[in-house]
C-alpha cells in the first residue's frame, strides 16, 4: 500500500524558515518524480514544486521560487521542503503527491501537514 | 501561466441525478487535463487523467472528455459519496495550476 506521510509543519514567524518532510512506502521511491502541493484554509489547490525521480529538473511555483527548495533522499524514501522567508500567505495545509507515472499529476496524495505563518 | 476557469462554482443535485463540471483553460492544453476529488477534511483524489482516462479504482460513472482550452467531467448518476469538491488540473507546462473547483452539494 502506497503511503505518504508528511511532518515538520507548525507555527511560524513571518520571515522564519520550516523544513516538512515526507516518508514515503510502499513503492519504489526512487522511481517516481515527487511534488508539494498547498492549501490555504478554505481555499482551493496551489502545486508549490516538482522534482524528478533522480533530482536531476527541479520547478517551482512562481510565489515561492527563490524561498523554497525541494530536495529528496532516495535512500531514505524521504522528500524534503525548505521553506525560508516565510509569508503570511504561506499559511496552507501542505501536501506531499506522488507524480503519476511519466506525467505531472498527482497519484497518491500524503494527509497534509499545516504550516501557520504568523506573529 | 494558464489560468483554469471553472463552472458552475456550485452544483446543487440529488443523489441519482447526472451532473457536468466544465473547466475551460486561458490556452490550449492539449489533453493534459486532470480531475481530482477531494471531500472535507481529506486529501485530494485523483480521477482522471489526460482528459479522459479513469485512474485506478475509480468507478465507471466518472468520465472526462475535451480537448484543446475546452473540458468535461461527467457523473453519470450521483452516489451519496460523490458530494464534493471538484478540480481539475493542467500539465501542459509550467507551473501546473489547478483551476478553482466545482463544489457538488446535495439539494
Known amino acids: 500500500e502506497v503511503q505518504l506521510v508528511e511532518s515538520g509543519g507548525g507555527l511560524v514567524q513571518p520571515g522564519g524558515s520550516l523544513r516538512l518532510s515526507c516518508a514515503a512506502s510502499g513503492f519504489t521511491f526512487s522511481s517516481y518524480s515527487m511534488n508539494w502541493v498547498r492549501q490555504a484554509p478554505g481555499k482551493g489547490l496551489e502545486w508549490v514544486s516538482y522534482?524528478?525521480?533522480?533530482?536531476?529538473?527541479?520547478y517551482y511555483a512562481g510565489s515561492v521560487k527563490g524561498r523554497f527548495t525541494i530536495s529528496r533522499d532516495n535512500a531514505r524514501n524521504s522528500l524534503y521542503l525548505q521553506m525560508n522567508s516565510l509569508r503570511d500567505e504561506d499559511t496552507a495545509v501542505y501536501y506531499c503527491?506522488?507524480?503519476?507515472?511519466?506525467?505531472?499529476?498527482?497519484?497518491?496524495w500524503g494527509q497534509g501537514t499545516l504550516v501557520t505563518v504568523s506573529s | 501561466e494558464i489560468v483554469l476557469t471553472q463552472s458552475p462554482a456550485t452544483l446543487s443535485l440529488s443523489p441519482g441525478e447526472g451532473a457536468t463540471l466544465s473547466c475551460r483553460a486561458s490556452?490550449?492544453?492539449?489533453?493534459?487535463l486532470a480531475w481530482y476529488q477531494q471531500k472535507p477534511g481529506q486529501a485530494p483524489r485523483l480521477l482522471i487523467y489526460d482528459a479522459s482516462n479513469r485512474a485506478t479504482g475509480i468507478p465507471a460513472r466518472f468520465s472526462g472528455s475535451g480537448s484543446g482550452t475546452d473540458f468535461t467531467l461527467t457523473i453519470s448518476s450521483l452516489e451519496p459519496e460523490d458530494f464534493a469538491v471538484y478540480y481539475c488540473?493542467?500539465?501542459?507546462?509550467?507551473?501546473?495550476?489547478f483551476g478553482p473547483g466545482t463544489k457538488v452539494d446535495i439539494k
Open positions: 488540473q493542467h500539465r501542459s507546462n509550467w507551473p501546473l495550476t
Open positions: 490556452q490550449s492544453v492539449s489533453s493534459y
Open positions: 503527491a506522488r507524480g503519476a507515472r511519466g506525467m505531472a499529476y498527482f497519484d497518491y
Open positions: 522534482i524528478t525521480s533522480s533530482s536531476s529538473d527541479i
